[in-house]
Structure formats: C-alpha cells, structure tokens
C-alpha cells in the first residue's frame, strides 16, 4: 500500500470533478526528472484517462488545460521518437503545500473510480 500526501488546499482552488481526479493522480506520479525540481512527471494521455476513470483523451487534454490555466500542471513538453512520432507528455506539477492541512490517498484507488466517485473519495 502507498500513499500519497494531498494538501487540502486543493478543495479550494474550485475544482471540477476531473479536475480534481487528474490533478491528484498526477501528484501521486513519482519524478522522472530531478532536474525540474522534483515536480515533472513523464506519462500518456491515455493512461491518465484510464487511471481517473475518463473515457476520451481530448478530454484528458482538455482538462490539463484548465489546471495549467488554473496554474496547477504545465506541460512541459512532448517527446519525439527516433521515427519522428510524437511520443509520451511531460508535465510540472505544482504541488500545493503540506505544512499546515493535508490528507493522505491510497495509491490504489487510481484506476477504480470514476471522477465523482474520487472527488467524493478526497474529500472523505
């Protein structure tokens, strides 16, 4: 079991169901690239639908627009593969602080519940 630590601020920043549900899976991600400070995290569109419970990946993209417009995610950039494919994402996260109130999630419940259902889960 691993959890992760989410700062209740989050409830404040007047987030959406889907809103919510990716910006919390995308904090649960661990650093791919230290050099971004320990904030940027390396994953598909695609995985990011299936692990919140979103069907579409426009909507997945949709979505990181408004937290980046809310300044909570930044993409960063998109690989290119050696055939010239576009390849996996790359986003900094702004993590909200922990110091004062905070909640811990279970890693496991990615990939099981819908956004309604996890917005409802955090806030338990």
């Known amino acids: ?5 989410l700062s209740n601020q989050i ?8 809103e919510l549900s990716i910006y919390a899976y995308l ?3 661990p650093s791919d ?12 569109q695609s995985t ?3 692990k919140c419970g979103i069907k579409a ?16 995610v930044e993409p960063v950039k998109r ?3 050696a055939n010239g494919h576009k390849g996996t ?3 900094t996260i702004r993590k909200l602080p922990t110091t004062d109130s905070y909640f811990f999630v279970d890693f496991s419940v990615f990939g099981k519940l819908v956004p309604r259902q996890m917005m409802i889960y955090l806030f338990i």
């Open 1 to 5: 079991m691993r959890n992760i630590k």
């Open 11 to 18: 409830f404040e920043k007047g987030l959406n169901a889907k």
């Open 27 to 29: 904090c649960s991600l």
């Open 33 to 44: 690239y230290p050099m971004f400070d320990g904030t940027a995290v390396k994953v598909k």
């Open 48 to 50: 990011i639908a299936q």
């Open 57 to 72: 990946t426009q909507t997945v993209a949709k979505v990181i627009e408004s937290l980046a417009k809310k300044g909570l």
């Open 79 to 81: 690989s290119v593969k």
């Open 89 to 91: 994402y790359i986003y």
